[in-house]
């Protein structure tokens, strides 16, 4: 950690935290759900040592960025609109995306609206999913996989309240150390529990979890829910953007055991010519054996060797 500055910068009508080190050809990282630029503490370390600026912000809704509190602030447009203005911001024309989680999907379409900020994009763990013209997410989601199904439950606006009861570490770790197959649930009746027998894995420690609850208590949950809450309205912005292809050199990384990739039909997906398709410079898949969700921290290194094989050809 040591080295790694922080500094506020108005983008786009808010202010974002930023945290970074090195110099050299930028490196943009976006963190997802519920995590911080601290996700990304091994890689900024990793890439500013081999000659590459590393730019971690706290996401909109996230940290020491300011927080909107309207669902309506948390479009495609409006987080793409704070990392173009970032981008601009660091006086570089293009920059090395590396993204993982909700930070992925916001890499996809910034990937999508301006190629032209994007030398190469190395996506960790979800996927482009492009637009079903007839599909809204949140109906077609709950028809498939339930109501319980952490997307649509995450849909509640009482979800603050229940997060509240558990407090911000146990709902913190019960999220981060799951390693449980599948698409994620979360039932009536004790949602966020976790027994005794739940310790930290050896790659998050007592500090580390310190840190992501100390952040989310001060600011909460719901910037972080508003981004799922915001998954109906995305689908209706981005009609005009239906069957558009991602049109960027992009690696992608995944754990075997990740929720994303183990959801009914995504390994389809993946492996059988879909994604491809929709992104056309689509040129490696990795599969890490015994790796889950979190990978750029559960297996930093081997991420980390990941990233810098891919943006070191451009």
Known sequence: MEGIEHRTVNVNGINVHVAEKGKGPVVLFLHGFPE???????????????????VAPDLR??????????VTSY???LVVGDLVALIESLGVESVF?????????????????????VKAYVCLSVPFRPRHPKMKPIPTMRAFLGDDYYMCRFQ??????EMAKYGSEAVLKKILIDRKPGPPCLPKDNPFGISTDDKLPLWLSQDDLNYYSTKFDQKGFTG????????????????????VRVNVPVKFVVGDLDVVYTTP?????????GFKKDVPMLEDVVVLEGAAHFINQERAEETNSHIYDFINKF
């Not at 911080?36 to 590393?54: E, F, N, P």
């Not at 509640?156 to 309240?161: L, S, T, Y």
């Not at 972080?224 to 069957?243: F, S, V």
């Open 36 to 54: 911080l630029w601290y996700t990304w503490r091994h890689q900024i370390v990793a890439l500013a040592d081999q000659g590459y600026r590393a």
């Open 75 to 77: 479009s495609y447009f």
């Open 156 to 161: 509640d606006p009482g979800m603050e309240d």
């Open 265 to 273: 039909g995504m390994k389809e997906y993946v492996h059988g010519g």
């Open 61 to 70: 809704g996230y940290g020491d960025t300011d927080a909107p509190k309207e």
């Open 97 to 117: 995306l590396v993204a993982h989680d909700w930070g992925a999907m916001i890499g996809w379409y910034l990937c999508l609206f301006r190629p032209d900020l």
């Open 224 to 243: 972080g829910l508003n981004y799922y809450r915001a998954l109906d309205l995305n689908w209706e912005l981005t009609a005009p953007w239906t069957g």
